[in-house]
Nanobody, 123 residues
Framework: QVQLVESGGGLVQAGGSLRLSCAAS????????MGWFRQAPGKEREFVAA???????IYADSVKGQFTISRDYAKNTMYLQMNSLKPEDTAVYYC?????????????????WGQGTQVTVAS
């Protein structure tokens, strides 16, 4: 079992930056692939980025070059650096974890989820 807690969301002006954090506790953090998903009002939860236990990364096309995912094994924490934010990035952002050697991009591939953190980008 693993517990995930997101933080770092908030209100930011368009063009600004935020860094989200996902603190993991429970089983060995390094055994997990980790991912970020987001859900805007009235929309399905969508994949944003993922990082494998070996730190391989993959991004949704919509955030390539804009967001950076990383993880700190010593702190059991994953990050999402979000730059040049746009109003369409407004959503609740969720972190997720799964024991796997891959880098899953689908919601159903992840067993563990955080409670989400709200990101609002004002125009």
């Amino acid at each position: 079992q693993v517990q995930l807690v997101e933080s770092g969301g908030g209100l930011v002006q368009a063009g600004g930056s935020l860094r989200l954090s996902c603190a993991a506790s429970g089983r060995t953090f390094s055994s997990y692939a980790m991912g970020w998903f987001r859900q805007a009002p009235g929309k399905e939860r969508e994949f944003v980025a993922a990082i494998s236990w070996g730190s391989n990364t993959i991004y949704a096309d919509s955030v390539k070059g804009q967001f950076t995912i990383s993880r700190d094994y010593a702190k059991n924490t994953m990050y999402l650096q979000m730059n040049s934010l746009k109003p369409e990035d407004t959503a609740v952002y969720y972190c997720a974890a799964q024991i796997t050697t891959g880098t899953p991009v689908t919601r159903g591939a992840y067993a563990y989820w955080g409670q989400g953190t709200q990101v609002t980008v004002a125009s």
